[in-house]
């Protein structure tokens, strides 16, 4: 089991699910779940991914027309 740490108060919180510190109460500043989550917080990849595909889609077009 994964703990985080707290930035404030520095205390371990192992509930993955939270969004504030149990014993300060301040944000553990995590992404949520969604899409700028993901890009904002740690995996890269997907990042890359979508712009790969957003320039692979501008060059079909750019052929087509």
Not at 26 to 31: F, G, H, I, Y
Not at 32 to 57: E, Q, S
């Amino acid at each position: 089991m994964e703990g985080h740490i707290c930035p404030h108060c520095r205390n371990p919180i192992f509930d993955e699910d939270a969004l504030l510190c149990h014993f300060c109460g301040e944000s553990l500043q995590r992404a949520g779940k969604g899409f700028l989550g993901r890009i904002r917080y740690g995996n890269n990849r997907v990042l890359w991914y979508f712009l790969a595909f957003f320039v692979l889609c501008g060059f079909v077009f750019f052929l087509v027309k």
